[in-house]
């Protein structure tokens, strides 16, 4: 067998680059960013799309009006397909327009008018291809037409044609259908004026055929949206909704060629799997042309591409560090970038080490092999990582973990203070220092309230500690000690966790999503934290699925779950807590159920402020409450960790962009050279080990022949 | 023979409605039809409406198994079992929940699992069947007992090991071939040199020892105590008496996973990185989709009957003692 794997070696190892180059030689040089995934995007539909794994691709495809700034701090949006980022304009119930500092109360209407940039062109594709005669090529396919198609490569020709105003208005005219499913269809139904009224229409068109509903779609009016012109399109929001900015930047409000829509609609298309949520239609840098979700993704540069420059501002120390090397360069850098399908982070890992992928996060596994803490606390790279010329990268995510109450529980929940003592005991044995430590290789920060840094209305240092949990002692926070949280608990009723009502050791469930055996120690951990207040946990374990329903049902006492950012701004952690979000009553995000009228009402205001003094006192006050109840405990703050080799240019933690593809830079020389001198086949094993089958078969064959020339006694 | 393979063909048709009906029962028992929608929908802000809406459009609105405010025999019709199995037994497995034509996408993914599985059996037989028969040989002596022990530990070690070894020491520290990936047509071949070895390797322990097993019963019978009471070489015995008469327990084996080759592996793809239809089903039930579930539990099903008919049909071909009734 080594000589059979010797020689299909040699065969294999006849080309250019390494023998374990897992891609063709031809590609060597070329300005390709290699990376990876490890699970199928469910849908690339952008009316559809809302995981952070589908968006990592719909980002670099569609366009939608606006995207955040790569630089500045604190996230700051900026046009992209449209020209300026709109400034909402006020009505009141009367239709009179009304001063921009206007109460909020007043408003009765916000439109948002957006002028589209001249000139953007859509992607080469297939339903816009056009005849002689101005026809559309493909779109009137009968099934003759069809017969040997079943890739969107398939049709020969394609076409394009300009970005308008109504690609808009369609895009958001598909996330009412109800057809379509699209998950912001329920907030939009609140906000966007006609939306509702839309989508009852379209249901009414629900059991035609797929391309009369588009055609229902097509020429549906939606009430508040509304083409001002070729380049300009006008979106009425009900009341004063400051945050429906940010929304612009998602794929959701990206444009939608009704040509596509129609294109895919038609008979025989989904038999064939060519379907738009598998080939996007977009405007931006990069267009998918491989879409093979159980081998690899292919985005390629797309040649109709309006043109961008990379940004020339960014924050103090950014020239200095290089990554403004590339101010005002033309877009995008990179001609391609190949997603390889790696479930497993063995693979993964070992191919980032040689070189086959240019970024990867790190998993528990390999985080001591390429991260070390140095003598301040900071995570630096290992000696082998800095030899590699790896760089490292480190955020703190806009997201957080918490450990929650379910407020409607009789002995957890609840506004009494005797709760409220004993979910503040509770606040301070979880030591969620300790939790980071371990189960996240130190990559988290523990939460001092809901909102985490780099959002407004967080606060550093001393100002932003929870007094109920920390205190400030020597320059940091301190977690509260031990004897204050059973000081707590006697308060409370439950000295040594024993109920002075029933003499009992208090009893509390934990509702646990656990699918292995790595949750074990993570459950240890925590019955080990409630046990120090003589607090017996009972684990209850279950699947996401059953976890959700008591979720909805409210049967919990403590769980554990998270969230990440939609928008930067405090109002998408802060509804979190809003009463009327609840989930048990109104299905909300608020999963602990929290219910504070001075809360709700300070929500209330505070959401429609902009940025300010006004604002931060108010944040400030929600906080203190949330903090006073104590809902939830507060948990932690994910730090992400990104490794870059040296030939990757450009990658800046952005943990808002989706569309930093365009940005990135890679020297493919210097990483072909560097692949071959890291990947040099080491030939003795082989040979050896043909050797040493030549040892084990030479004495057997002499064996056997002197067995056979033996005489028989 | 043509009256007893329509009889086993016959025989499938309940087995089949049992396997179906057990996928089911097990699958709905961990999910419903709102856990099957959310995770469609996506886990942030979906509502009650667009999950009804996502489960009438799937046809998941029914009810499971019977349909009360119906009755009699549409009941039973008008019901998710029914609708969503009745056309699988003319082999049409329609779409996934998140819309896919599922026979492409098996016909797709079978190959690959194919250019995986066939290189291992064949040279996996090759090589376990050269094995045994030196064991044989030496039967009785230290290289017997020393092989055994060595075919017991490596039967004992994961096949996880074996990946991980194999991706580690040929990948890693000697970089002779990709430690994981994929390619289509003629390029393929580099990715598959590495599972195809650890595939063999994994197999030798417990491969080998069941033919040694076959080899030694065979051994100790009359015929071959005659051949070898006649002078005949140790070899000859071996290869053209003791193998020939030992291919029938062989055959067995061999031909009752040739169907399930398709099938593919799960953890050698997981870790390889191969798209064939061994992660497939994996990812569906990850996924909770159910069309893709009961589809590829059933074509197990039936390539497992198909292979057991085959073994029956083999068993004439190379015994002539025996005859299908």
């Known amino acids: 067998m080594p000589v059979l794997v010797l020689v299909m070696l040699s065969v294999a190892g006849c080309g250019e680059s390494a023998w374990n180059d897992p891609y063709p030689a031809s590609d060597a040089e070329s300005k390709t960013v290699y990376s990876s995934f490890n699970e199928r995007p469910k849908h690339l539909d952008p009316a559809r799309s809302y995981s952070s794994n589908e968006v990592a691709f719909l980002g670099q495809i569609y366009e939608p009006p606006l995207q955040y700034h790569f630089l500045l701090r604190p996230y700051r949006l900026i046009p992209l397909a449209a020209i300026e980022v709109p400034v909402p304009r006020y009505y009141d119930a009367a239709g009179d327009p009304l001063p921009a500092d206007a109460p909020a109360t007043d408003i009765a209407r916000s439109d948002y008018l957006i002028q589209v940039r001249p000139g953007i062109r859509f992607q080469p594709h297939p339903a816009f291809a056009r005849d002689a005669e101005g026809r559309f090529r493909y779109h009137a396919l009968s099934e003759t037409d069809l017969r040997g198609v079943n890739r969107l490569n398939d049709f020969p020709e394609v076409g394009s044609r300009e970005l308008i105003a109504e690609d808009f208005v369609h895009q958001i005219k598909r996330l009412a259908a109800p057809w379509l499913h699209s998950p912001i269809a329920g907030v939009m139904r609140r906000h966007i004026i006609g939306f509702q009224g839309l989508s009852e229409r379209l249901a009414e068109a629900e059991e035609k055929g797929a391309l009369e509903r588009v055609e229902h779609l097509r020429h549906a009016r939606l009430a508040g949206v509304e083409v001002v012109d070729r380049y300009s399109f006008r979106i009425g929001v009900k009341g004063k909704y400051p945050q429906f900015i940010y929304w612009l930047a998602m794929p959701f409000f990206a444009p939608m060629p009704w040509e596509a829509d129609v294109f895919y609609a038609q008979p025989g298309m989904r038999e064939r799997n060519i379907i738009l949520d598998w080939y996007p239609v977009g405007t931006g840098p990069f267009m998918l042309s491989e879409n093979n979700p159980n081998l690899r993704m292919v985005l390629m540069r797309n040649p109709n591409f309006h043109g961008e420059r990379y940004p020339t501002e960014g924050m103090p120390g950014d020239r200095e560090s290089g990554i403004l090397a590339d101010a005002g360069r033309p877009l995008p850098f990179i001609d391609r970038a190949i997603y390889s399908l790696e479930k497993e982070s063995i693979p993964r890992w070992n191919k980032f080490l040689q070189g086959y992928y240019d970024s990867s996060g790190i998993s528990s596994d390999a985080f001591d092999q390429a991260v070390q803490v140095d003598a301040e606390g900071e995570p630096i790279l290992t000696q082998s990582m800095r030899e590699q010329g790896v760089s490292l990268l480190t955020s703190v995510e806009p997201s957080i973990f918490y450990l929650g109450f379910n407020m409607l529980d009789p002995v957890v929940g609840g506004d009494s203070q005797r709760a409220r003592l004993l979910r503040r005991a509770i606040s301070i044995a979880v030591d969620f220092e300790e939790f980071i430590s371990i189960f996240v290789n130190g990559r988290g920060l523990a939460a001092q309230g809901p909102i985490p840094p780099g959002i407004f209305g967080h606060r550093e240092g001393e100002a932003g500690i929870n007094p109920f949990v920390y205190e400030w002692r020597g320059g940091r926070a301190v977690r509260r000690g031990l004897e204050e949280a059973r000081t707590l608990m006697r308060q409370a009723g439950y000295p040594d966790g024993i109920d002075r009502d029933t003499g009992r050791a208090l009893t509390i469930n934990y509702e646990a999503v656990a699918t292995g055996p790595d949750d074990r120690a993570r459950l240890n951990w925590i019955r080990k934290q409630f046990a120090k207040l003589g607090i017996e946990l009972v684990i209850r374990s279950t699947d996401y699925n059953r976890f959700q329903e008591k979720m909805r049902k409210g049967t919990g006492q403590v769980f554990m779950w998270g969230w990440n950012a939609d928008y930067p701004d405090p109002e998408n952690f802060l509804f979190l807590l809003y009463g009327p979000n609840g989930k048990v009553e109104h299905l909300g995000e608020n999963a602990a159920n929290y219910a504070n009228p001075e809360f709700d009402r300070l929500y209330d205001e505070m959401k429609y402020l902009d940025d300010g003094p006004q604002r931060q006192a108010m944040i400030d006050r929600l906080v203190e409450i949330a903090r006073t109840d104590a809902p939830w405990v507060w948990g932690f703050h994910p730090k992400a960790f990104s490794l870059h080799h040296q030939w990757l240019f450009n990658a800046h933690p952005n943990q808002m962009a989706k569309n930093t593809l365009k940005y990135r830079r890679v020297d493919a020389k210097r990483r072909q050279r560097l692949r071959r001198e890291w990947n040099r086949p080491v030939l003795w094993p082989l040979w050896a080990g043909a050797g040493l089958l030549l040892l084990v078969i030479l004495p057997a064959w002499w064996s056997v022949r002197r067995r056979e020339g033996s005489r028989a006694l | ?325």
């Open chain 2, 1 to 325: 023979m043509t009256a007893y393979i329509i009889r086993r063909f016959l025989y499938a048709i309940p087995i089949l409605i049992g396997v179906n009906l057990i996928t089911f029962l097990l699958f709905f028992v961990v999910n419903s039809p709102d856990d099957m929608a959310r995770m469609h929908l996506g886990q942030k802000r979906v509502t009650q409406e667009a999950i009804q809406a996502w489960k009438q459009e799937h046809g998941y609105d029914k009810p499971l198994l019977y349909n009360r405010e119906v009755g009699g025999i549409a009941g039973l019709t008008d019901t998710i079992f029914f609708e969503k199995s009745v056309r699988l037994f003319a082999f049409q497995f329609g779409s996934s929940d998140a819309g896919r034509d599922i026979g492409y996408d098996i016909s797709q993914r079978m190959w690959p699992s194919l250019a995986i599985a066939v290189p291992v059996l064949l040279v996996g037989l090759a090589f376990n069947i050269s094995f045994a028969l030196f064991i044989v040989f030496f039967r009785a002596t230290y290289i017997d007992f020393g092989s055994v022990v060595l075919l017991v530990a490596m039967l004992s070690i994961s096949s996880l090991f074996y990946i991980i070894g194999g991706q580690f020491i040929l990948g890693k520290v000697f970089h002779l071939v990709p430690i994981s990936g994929y390619d289509t047509g003629l390029q393929a071949w580099k990715f598959l040199i590495l599972p195809v070895i650890v595939g063999v390797i994994g197999g030798i322990g417990a491969g080998t020892r069941w033919y040694r097993t076959l080899f030694l019963e065979e051994i100790a019978k009359d015929y071959v105590r005659t051949a070898q009471a006649k002078g005949l070489d140790e070899r000859l015995v071996l290869f053209r008496h003791v193998l020939r008469n030992a291919l029938i327990p062989i055959l067995t084996g061999v031909v009752v996973v040739l169907p399930l080759l398709f099938m593919g592996s799960l953890i050698t793809e997981s870790f390889f990185g191969i798209p064939g239809l061994g992660s497939y089903t994996i990812d569906a039930i990850s996924n909770q989709d159910f069309a893709i579930v009961r589809s590829m539990v059933f074509l197990g099903a039936v390539l497992y009957i198909l292979g057991l008919i085959l073994t029956d049909i083999s068993y004439t071909l190379v015994d002539p003692r025996v005859r299908l009734q």
